[in-house]
């Protein structure tokens, strides 16, 4: 065993980000920060000011004091462990604590089914939410926005990465592309670039707003952003917002499924649509896309390649078909033998 040699938590936490920037992306870049600073927090209040201090004993003490500290669901509370086990792990590399102590940093078991989310947008809610876009703000910003992100299924920040030299016309396709110079990143990087199919109705609202609405403006890279406003490239924020927005059943029913007076409702607001219990969020639309995709009979590597997501990811984390409808779709095949 290496001799230990003193450094204090918040310098090795400096370190260990360090390390990791040229390999992750911003946002888990920026989820390892958050989670880390708990434990530095947690460090600060005990007066632990040397690594070479923390233990298996620590770290257990550290687990049930984050778990009530923070009042952490285990989905959660796993989550923020298994990122303080990767720490521990690089500390242990420049002999700040002893050998092996990542191993004592025990994360909750998840139950089956507990890591996985099951909102999604629902077919009939899609096309119900699109048809009203298509004839009260047809080729408007939101409307070329949903109609991308429910045909393709594609993430938020692929979305807000694209130019509109990424849009090919003639081939009907997108081209996503990772960017991070210039502050657009896929999820997955480089293995994230991909061409993405587009069908004929999508690219005709996509040229008609690329004609006739689209702002004439630049980014602060002097790219030419697919989705802009006024201002320049949309922030990912404001295509949450829209989303939020345009799926709560007051915008596209005019009628509310909760009994809110729509006049009163604080949700109707601008920036403030995800209170409503009834709207959707991006990954939602994402997840109800996939499904809709499996639903469809198109084939689960194709929709694998085309949403850039693994197939077991896939089949844990965004398939919503029940064991029924995929029976049933099974049996479509199977009617010859």
């Known amino acids: 065993m290496s001799e230990l040699e003193p450094i204090t938590p918040a310098d090795a936490k400096e370190m260990y980000l360090a390390s990791r920037q040229d390999e992750v992306t911003e946002a888990t870049y920026k989820a390892h920060n958050y989670r880390l600073n708990h434990f530095i927090r947690w460090c600060n209040e005990y007066d632990i000011d040397n690594l070479n201090d923390i233990n298996g004993r620590s770290v257990h003490r550290y687990r049930l004091w984050r778990r009530d500290d923070g009042d952490l669901n285990n989905v959660t509370l796993k989550t923020q462990l298994d990122t303080l086990r990767v720490f521990i792990r690089f500390c242990e590399g420049i002999n700040a604590v002893e050998d092996n102590l990542h191993d004592k940093v025990i994360s909750p078991t998840l139950k089956h089914g507990e890591n996985q989310r099951d909102v999604m947008l629902e077919a009939d809610t899609a096309e119900d939410v699109l048809e009203y876009l298509h004839k009260f703000e047809y080729a408007s910003c939101r409307h070329t926005l949903l109609e991308i992100l429910w045909h393709t299924g594609i993430r938020t920040g692929s979305a807000h990465s694209l130019d509109v030299d990424d849009y090919y016309p003639r081939k009907a396709c997108l081209k996503l592309r990772h960017r991070p110079e210039t502050e657009t990143r896929l999820k997955n990087g480089k293995q994230g670039e991909r061409f993405v199919a587009l069908n004929e109705r999508v690219c005709r609202?996509?040229?008609?707003?690329?004609?006739?609405?689209?702002?004439?403006?630049?980014?602060?890279?002097?790219?030419?952003?697919?989705?802009?406003?006024?201002?320049?490239?949309?922030?990912?924020?404001?295509?949450?917002?829209?989303?939020?927005?345009?799926?709560?059943?007051?915008?596209y029913t005019g009628e509310c499924p909760h009994g809110r007076s729509i006049d009163d409702c604080e949700a109707t607001s601008y920036g403030q649509a995800h209170g409503c219990p009834s709207s959707i969020s991006p990954h939602a639309i994402r997840r109800g896309s996939i499904t809709h995709h499996l639903s469809s009979d198109v084939p689960e590597k194709v929709v694998s390649d085309r949403m850039n997501v693994g197939q077991k990811v896939l089949d844990a984390h965004y398939d919503r078909r029940s064991e029924e409808q995929k029976l049933e779709q099974r049996r479509g095949y199977l009617g010859n033998i």
């Open 205 to 251: 609202v996509v040229d008609d707003w690329l004609d006739t609405i689209r702002p004439n403006v630049t980014d602060d890279y002097d790219r030419n952003p697919l989705f802009a406003s006024k201002r320049g490239r949309l922030h990912k924020n404001t295509m949450r917002a829209y989303v939020y927005h345009v799926t709560s059943p007051c915008y």
